[in-house]
């Protein structure tokens, strides 16, 4: 397709409509894409029915989450039959289905992957001289999605990309092939957009990439990624950071060290085991055992601060014997996680695991999800009851106005409702701990509470 002079006035007045499946990277995507459009004079709606630009920023991590982009083409195609729209595809679909969406979705103008992101600004020129099909489909870059623009969804807590793409092999996960090859964000340009950001007002941040600890710093000072954690850290006006997604083969004894050294880092990692067996694990390309996981967790574990924990976890992989599943089982046991994020297998396009087959019956999938999720619910419940009579300090996120209750996050991601006021939202507090179930925690302020508590 040939390259067109841009033609930012021709969006002057146009509006648009982003919908996002999938994680935080996703989330923050779409808030990078939702800025280059407003920056060149479309303005956001609610609804796709006030929409002259509809966007599906998609997940394929799973068969489920990719079939549901399909659903939503289909509503569409009936709904403006008469009306047509121009219909975008981005993310993780539109890299895995490329122009096959064409085919099954005639009715979509834009298909782009995240590693094309770059080159939106062109393809939307494209779109806006009135080609039909704009494709960004390639992989091969080492380019970062920068942005002038970026709206900003969440008014307290602002994700920020320090690497793109992965460069892992897990045997079951798409990412590789949807999301390109690693590419880290230089540490001047990430301090530069903290610092930015305590400006706008934010004072909690969360490092995102798919693999956020294989971070590797472009920049002549070379920091190491427990470094570039401490200089966030220490951002004046910053008060909480977070990082995600971590991989165990990158955890180093450094990340915990800098925790315990930087109050503003949040006592809280995620770091995804997929398996307790060191035989699945094998199989799954994950790059450490059992032991080696749970040597990393005891690291943690020892650290001057408690931490929380949390993971994710794939029942069903291929070859799962029951024993394997045992193992998964008694990891919890061994971990004691705050959260664990669990899935069923599905089996993924051109990742090694498909060649493995889908060797457990879904209904067997389903029976081993239920039981390690009733397993850890009891886990999460023994955990947070012994928060009760504690004091946390929380960042109120938002206000129940039927309950008259403000919802907080404490640092290490756990969530406290307590009697509050619209007000509170956005503002800090510490809250004493009165009850506790397996997936939040009910408080009171803690100065106006009744003397005695404790805290952390
Ligand atoms: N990049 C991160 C990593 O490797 O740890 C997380 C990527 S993914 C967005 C989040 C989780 O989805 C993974 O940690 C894994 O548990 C799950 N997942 C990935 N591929 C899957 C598949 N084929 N079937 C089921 N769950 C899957």
Known sequence: MSRVEPRAAAASGK???????????NVHDAEKVAGTLMARGYRPVETHEEADLILYNTCSIREKAAEKVFSRLGTLKKAYRNNPKVIGVLGCVAQQEGERIFERAPQVSL??????????????????????????????????????????????????????????????????????????????????????????????IQLLGQIVNAWEDASPARRSFAELLGRVAEVPGVRRVRFTTSHPRYFTPEIVQVIDSHPALCDQIHLPVQSGSTRVLARMLRGYS???????????????????ISTDIIVGFCGEAMEDFEQTMTLLDAVEYDQVFSFKYSPRPKTSAVGFGDSVP????????SALQEYQRQIQLRRNQAAVGHDFEVLVESFQPRLGQAVGRTTSNRVINFPGAPEWVGRYFHVRVTAAGP??????????ADPGGVTP
């Open 362 to 369: 879904e209904e067997e999938k389903g029976r081993r999800l």
């Open 439 to 448: 997936n939040s925690l009910v408080g009171v302020r803690a100065d106006q």
């Open 290 to 308: 059992r032991e080696e996981y749970l040597a990393k967790i005891d690291c943690i574990r020892r650290a001057k601060r408690a931490i929380s």
């Open 15 to 25: 509006t648009f409509y982003i919908e996002t499946f999938g994680c935080q990277m």
């Open 111 to 204: 298909v782009c992957g995240s590693a094309s992101y770059t080159k939106l600004p062109d393809l939307l020129d494209q779109l806006e001289f009135g080609n039909k099909r704009v494709t960004g489909l390639g992989l091969d870059t080492d380019e970062c999605f920068e942005t002038e623009v970026t709206r900003r969804d969440n008014p307290f807590r602002a994700y920020l990309t320090i690497i793109e793409g992965c460069d892992q092999r897990c045997s079951f996960c798409v990412v590789p092939t949807t999301r390109g090859p690693e590419r880290s964000r230089p540490s001047d340009k990430i301090l530069a957009e903290c610092r930015r950001l305590v400006d706008e007002g934010y004072t909690e």
